[in-house]
């Protein structure tokens, strides 16, 4: 996710922490954490109630740390919406381009992204619910991203099969209705899964394109829930506890790091809670992952059936950890 233009100009100012990590290191860190804070605090009590106040606090960085990165708190809210829309557009683009026609290159477009907001329900109330009362700057940001969205759903009109011409203004139309339904359910703190709105939401984008029968198929159609993609598994780290780690820094993964920190010997369900992820599949599968980048080891008998995990930090995510630190 890149820095704005204000945050990359006070970058600088930052000093660096233990472990010789560099100041341009700190501050993605740091970031990370506020980041996470961040959403945190906007799934607590929406757009509205966050305060940097609220963010530094749960973060555990000093305000002067705060306004070193981020401008305000809308900007900082603009950090996590960018950060939320890479991660889709990454996952959506990929399942897009590995289709060879207009149809199925949507369908599995819009596959990974209901799959990607059930997986992150908080970022998701963050963008499609939150972002709308989060000022201009944001807003203008998400039009920029429905934009793209309708004109690759207007390349219909390139799609063998195509042989009606709707108005230039249906695309618009179609994706606005898209999210209208997608806003509902996650507004409304619908517990379905917004993946099972893949048939009749494909339905709503074929039909003005292609027609009713084309539509009606769509419906029943089935298509695989999408898995979701590991990070590639980086070398070994060195004196940087960043050197190497090929892996983004997201609002979870610090989470994950700062929960284990304050909870040395932690079990999964003793993390997974106060790391806002429910699903005990999911924070197995991070801290597996965690634990092949060496920031993380099991020191219990979780290999053992039935037996508790017990989880630490190892040195080098000792070192991650405590480059966020603020200086006092």
């Not at 290191?25 to 996470?36: D, K, P, S, Y």
């Not at 897009?96 to 992150?120: N, T, V």
């Not at 009362?133 to 390349?155: F, K």
């Not at 029968?213 to 960043?242: F, H, I, Q, S």
């Amino acid at each position: 996710m890149a820095l704005t233009q204000r945050a990359r100009a006070k970058t600088n100012r930052l000093r660096p922490g233990p472990s010789s990590v560099s100041r341009g290191q700190v501050t993605e860190i740091q970031r990370g954490r506020m980041v996470a804070a961040a959403v945190d605090a906007v799934d607590d009590v929406g757009y509205a109630g966050m305060t940097v106040a609220q963010v530094i606090s749960r973060a555990r960085v000093s305000r002067k740390t705060f306004y070193d990165v981020f401008a305000d708190r809308e900007d900082c809210f603009l950090a996590v919406f960018e950060q939320a829309l890479e991660q889709a557009g990454e996952t959506v683009g990929a399942a897009y381009a590995a289709e060879d026609s207009w149809r199925d290159g949507i369908r599995a477009g819009l596959a990974g992204m209901l799959a990607l907001m059930d997986d992150e329900p908080a970022l998701t109330r963050l963008c499609v619910v939150e972002a709308l009362a989060a000022g201009e700057r944001v807003l203008e940001r998400r039009a920029e991203v429905l934009d793209g969205l309708a004109r690759a759903v207007d390349g219909a009109r390139a799609e063998p099969g195509a042989t009606l011409d709707p108005p230039s203004v249906t695309a618009e139309g179609v994706v606005g209705a898209v999210f209208q339904v997608i806003h509902s359910r996650v507004r409304e703190g619908n517990r379905e899964p917004l993946f099972e709105l893949l048939g009749p939401l494909m339905s709503m984008i074929v039909l003005p394109y292609l027609g009713t029968r084309a539509a009606g198929r769509e419906v029943g159609r089935t298509t695989p829930r999408p898995e979701r993609r590991r990070p590639v598994r980086p070398r070994a780290g060195r004196a940087d506890p960043l050197n190497g780690l090929k892996m983004r820094l997201t609002y979870r993964t610090v989470r994950v790091l700062m929960v284990i920190s304050e909870r040395p010997g932690a079990s999964n369900r003793e993390i997974a809670a106060p790391s806002g992820i429910a699903d005990q599949g999911q924070i197995s599968k991070l801290l597996g992952r965690l634990a092949r980048l060496e920031l993380v080891e099991n020191r219990g008998d979780g290999q053992e059936k039935g037996a508790a995990n017990a989880w630490h930090l190892t040195a080098r995510g000792q070192a991650v950890e405590r480059a966020t630190r603020p200086r006092v």
